[in-house]
């Protein structure tokens, strides 16, 4: 590799320069601009200080290994520790990206293995591993999608996207140029069909459908769906984000999808808390191999390759590879659980949610009447309406219980008022799924006695309600002073 590659362009772009002891006469010019005039503002503190700072700030971090998660459709599981003893084995945390594929092999190996395992699982014909999020899956997926359609010069503008879709629907539709049209869905939660049918016609391209969607109902007339888009000229995305609710038991590519995401960090528990790093694969039926995007890993007898030379595909959508790390981490899940072990994954996510839902109906409504999967939503109307308390509420007195609340308004209120959306995952136990429950019906009790305290909550956390849009603008990111 050319070393000039890391380093910045020589010649004018400075008069002072940074030698590496190895670079021979490489030498690295900073631009005069950067060089900082006054010594940075650091805090005065010895190392035992800095070290009860960050010790005490990381005790007030809440996660999944320190108590119970129950975030429905961000599917939020326990990340095994054994995914990061084998994605730090120096031969893989420590391989270059620019590595040529005679000393890859292994890693190659590993994105190959990869790609058969999620072609096992959904039913497609190939994948590519670039996107690092669902989010950028989905861009990926929709542009395969628009791909095909201009090739065929087939000038469609519409993708249809049902009401209780993920927000990163309609967002990657139109990123990608499209008009969106929403869809309808039935008391029962699924999609309308006769909805659907009044809307697809030859200006669109696609629908996009998470399933079970995020009401955690199964769309059990996904057959007929896929039919009617079909029979228009559409293509059928899956956004897999819910894909831990028939993991092992059934398959997009079988209901009929052309392309799909997955997100690892959900379905396939890579770290995700804290944002990430996420990775999005996105699997393609045959009609849409080509579009994919470079490099695609080829295997050669028992030699494994790269292969630039697709002259149809989208192109490259990140740098290397994607998130190579989360890939193997998924690797070594899908690995340890087999088919079986996955089957066993859903059935166990699915029985959980349910004596969920079954326990907590009566005490909250439920505004889809379908019985759920994997996740479930609850509303808290009938508590709004006698007594002012809201899902927010609801959500902020759960920390005082200890739990993370689960999300909370979406789906959107137009399709789920008060929505509560539980998800509690295959990794919790019978008795921590009661605590959970038990803490959700004596906080629909306090409602009706004590509307106050769930206003005022939650009230043992360091900090107390925060304005998160503002949080999130404007952080501040000094902890206050103890006095
Ligand atoms: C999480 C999620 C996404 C987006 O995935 P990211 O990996 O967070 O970008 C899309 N759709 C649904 C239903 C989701 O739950």
Redesign the pocket.
């Known amino acids: 590799m050319d070393r000039n590659l890391l380093i910045f362009e020589r010649g004018e772009m400075g008069r002072r320069c940074a030698t590496f002891p190895d670079a021979g006469d490489a030498v690295v010019p900073i631009p005069d601009g950067m060089y900082r005039n006054d010594p940075p503002a650091l805090p005065e503190v010895s190392e035992l200080e800095l070290v009860r700072h960050y010790v005490n700030l990381s005790s007030m971090n809440f996660s999944i290994d320190t108590a119970f998660y129950p975030l429905g459709?961000?599917?939020m599981k326990y990340n095994p520790k054994v995914h990061e003893r084998v994605a730090r084995l120096p031969d893989f945390a420590g391989l270059h990206p620019f590595a040529d594929t005679a000393t890859s092999q292994a890693a190659l190996r590993v994105l190959w293995e990869m790609d058969g395992i999620l072609r096992a699982v959904t039913g497609m014909d190939g994948f590519t591993f670039q996107p690092a999020?669902?989010?950028?899956?989905?861009f990926v997926g929709i542009s395969l999608i628009a791909a095909y359609h201009r090739e065929n010069r087939d000038n469609r503008q519409v993708v249809l996207i049902p009401d209780s879709?993920?927000g990163?629907?309609p967002a990657t539709a139109a990123m990608c140029g499209f008009r969106v049209e929403t869809l309808k869905s039935t008391d029962r939660g699924t999609v309308d069909v006769a909805d659907l049918k009044a809307k697809m016609n030859d200006r669109v391209a696609g629908l996009m459908l998470?399933n079970p969607n995020?009401f955690g109902v199964f769309e059990d007339e996904i057959l007929d769906i896929q039919q009617v888009v079909h029979d228009g000229g559409g293509l059928l995305y899956y956004?897999g984000?819910?894909l831990n609710a028939f993991l092992g038991q059934c398959r997009p590519g079988d209901m009929g999808f052309d392309v799909v995401h997955i997100?690892l960090?959900?379905t396939f528990t890579t770290p995700h808390g804290g944002g990430g790093p996420?990775s999005?694969p996105v699997g393609v039926k045959e009609t849409l191999l080509p579009y994919l995007p470079v490099p695609v890993v080829t295997k050669t007898g028992d030699r494994f390759g790269l292969d630039y030379d697709r002259p149809r595909s989208i192109g490259k959508v990140s740098t290397f590879f994607g998130n190579f790390g989360m890939v193997i981490r998924a690797y070594v899940y899908a690995r340890m659980l087999g088919a079986e072990g996955m089957r066993r994954t859903s059935e166990m996510a699915v029985l959980n949610a349910n004596y969920i839902a079954s326990r907590l109906d009566g005490h909250y409504d439920r505004p889809k009447s379908a019985q759920p999967m994997h996740e479930m939503v609850f509303s808290a109307s009938k508590q709004k309406k006698s007594s002012g308390v809201s899902a927010l509420d609801i959500a902020k007195r759960l920390i005082d219980y200890g739990h993370h609340p689960p999300t909370i308004y979406f789906p959107l209120p137009r399709v789920a008022p008060e929505a509560m959306l539980i998800e509690p995952t295959e990794t919790e136990s019978l008795e921590q799924l009661d605590e959970f429950i038990e803490a959700m019906i004596q906080i629909a009790g306090e409602s009706e006695e004590n509307p106050e305290l769930l206003h005022d909550a939650p009230h043992q956390t360091p900090v107390r309600r925060l304005d998160e849009a503002t949080a999130a603008r404007k952080p501040v990111l000094r902890a206050p002073r103890r006095e």
């Open positions: 459709s961000c599917t999020a669902g989010a950028q899956g989905e879709a993920h990163t629907n998470t995020t956004d984000a819910n997100n960090h959900k996420g999005g």
